[in-house]
């Protein structure tokens, strides 16, 4: 099947500085999506981004669809940031979403 | 509106129990899916439906069943609990043209675990 790669697994910030976050897939992408996981473990979609660029606040996410990755850029990280980032998509014929294993982000103050 | 609630947030059950989790979305989307979280891993689809009366397995459906009698329902059955069932198990929605497609919207989560 499909592999998804995040990068980096761990990633450990001060407060004010800037990430970015990386997606790969072993096959064609198609509907990605951005995903943060909060410590309470609840889930919220940050970016419904298939190819492109689109920002949010101090958030914004790249797809180069055709390169099959995809990064998720956070800039002026806040403590509030802290939490997992998955990526997920569909890939190649398949009819679900693939979730990488994420990205744990840690920001101190 | 609520988005998708899930109930209930926290469960212990023991070996050979049996228990339904329960979905409910209000934002009248076709497709709906249970994931399951183990520990520092991804989501894994357990099930998924494109709509009332349709559904359809996932990655890791062994163990478990669905029902989609409404738009807005849809309970995951656990049938007789086993340890490797213990995990976070997170319901799901989209509104997107296919499955899989369109933004997904998550509930809370459900804790449950398997002794």
């Known amino acids: 099947g499909i592999q998804v790669e995040q990068s980096p697994p761990d990633l450990i910030l001060q407060e004010g500085a800037n990430s970015t976050l990386r997606c790969n897939f072993s096959?064609?992408?198609?509907?990605l999506q951005w995903f943060h996981q909060n410590p309470w473990g609840q889930l919220i979609n940050l970016f419904y981004?298939?190819?492109g660029t689109k920002q949010n606040g101090r958030l914004s996410a790249t797809t180069v669809a055709t390169e099959r990755y995809s990064l998720l850029y956070i800039s002026s990280s806040q403590t509030t940031d802290s939490g997992v980032y998955f990526c997920?998509?569909?890939?190649?014929?398949?009819?679900?979403?693939?979730f990488g294993s994420g990205t744990q982000l840690t920001v101190l103050p | 509106n609520a988005g998708v609630t899930q109930t209930p947030k926290f469960r212990i059950l023991k070996i050979g129990q049996s228990m339904t989790l329960q979905c409910t979305q209000d934002?009248?989307?076709?497709?709906m899916y249970w994931y399951r979280q183990d520990p520092g891993m991804g989501l894994k689809l357990i099930y998924y439906s494109v709509g009332a009366g349709i559904t359809d397995k996932g990655e890791v459906p062994n163990g478990y069943n669905v029902s989609r009698s409404t738009t807005e329902d849809f309970p995951l059955r656990l049938e007789l609990a086993a340890p490797s069932q213990t995990s976070v198990y997170f319901c799901a929605s989209s509104s997107g043209q296919g499955i899989g497609t369109g933004e997904l919207f998550f509930g809370e989560g459900s804790r449950l675990t398997v002794l």
């Open positions: 096959d064609s992408v198609n509907n």
């Open positions: 981004i298939p190819s």
């Open positions: 934002m009248n989307h076709n497709y």
């Open positions: 997920a998509s569909l890939a190649g014929s398949a009819r679900q979403l693939t």
